[in-house]
């Protein structure tokens, strides 16, 4: 039972165009919600995260939305750039629960921005 | 600042051998996990440690056991080495007060 669902397994963006990147949730406890970008050969990279009790947090060229009564979230980026071509996943616990630590993941989107 | 460093990157072992995955941070992370990535899927939580002294199981544990005898240090130990655990590890770790893990560039691991 797929908590974290990524439903699209790759995305191809232009260059300079927005690319949304899409997750949908079904533990109604998660409170704390994150994006990692991933190379290959590499570890996961943390990029930006929201809080249940926001619905929106940016950083630069990256926006995550979050909406809690549909259970999904979304990260926009714009404008799209090479460097951006990356595995994409997102990443939910709940902190306040008193419970596990460590993330549950979705499987990842593969973002390819084409020149 | 080294991070989060994982030792060795890669490694080839046959079933039923046993081994250690290493994993150290030099933040003071009080908390650190270890997740196992296999092709198409997320990472999956195996273990984690709030803190020196203290673990607990993730999503999938079998097969696995943790210890945190140090702040520093998260080893991962596959008890007797089976195909299934052919895959790629990370080890991460985070601050109290912040819930963004910091990753370990992982180890390759293939079970023959």
């Known amino acids: 039972d797929q908590q974290v669902k990524q439903n699209s397994p790759s995305l191809s963006v232009q260059e300079g165009r927005i690319s949304i990147l899409n997750c949908d949730y079904t533990?109604?406890?998660?409170?704390?919600f994150l994006w990692y970008k991933k190379y290959p050969a590499e570890g996961p990279t943390f990029l930006i995260s929201?809080?249940?009790?926001?619905d929106k947090n940016e950083d630069g060229r990256f926006t995550v939305f979050l909406n809690k009564s549909a259970k999904h979230l979304s990260l926009h980026i714009v404008p799209s750039q090479p460097g951006d071509s990356a595995v994409y996943f997102c990443?939910?616990?709940?902190?306040?629960?008193?419970?596990?630590?460590?993330?549950?993941f979705g499987k990842g989107t593969h973002l390819i921005i084409q020149p | 600042n080294a991070g989060v460093t994982q030792t060795p990157k890669f490694q080839v072992l046959k079933t039923g051998q046993s081994m250690t995955l290493q994993c150290a941070q030099d933040?003071?992370?009080?908390?650190m996990s270890w997740y196992r990535q296999d092709p198409g899927m997320g990472l999956r939580l195996i273990h984690y440690?709030?803190?020196?002294?203290?673990?607990d199981q993730g999503e999938v544990p079998n097969g696995y056991n943790v210890s945190r005898s140090t702040t520093e240090d998260f080893p991962l130990r596959l008890l007797s080495a089976a195909p299934s655990q052919t895959s790629v590890y990370f080890c991460?770790?985070?601050?109290?007060?912040?819930?963004?893990?910091?990753f370990g560039s992982g180890t390759r691991l293939t079970v023959v």
């Open positions: 991460a770790s985070r601050p109290h007060g912040t819930y963004g893990y910091t």
């Open positions: 533990n109604s406890m998660f409170d704390y």
């Open positions: 929201i809080s249940s009790i926001k």
């Open positions: 990443a939910a616990n709940s902190y306040s629960g008193g419970g596990a630590d460590g993330l549950t």
């Open positions: 933040m003071n992370h009080e908390y």
């Open positions: 440690s709030v803190g020196a002294g203290i673990t």
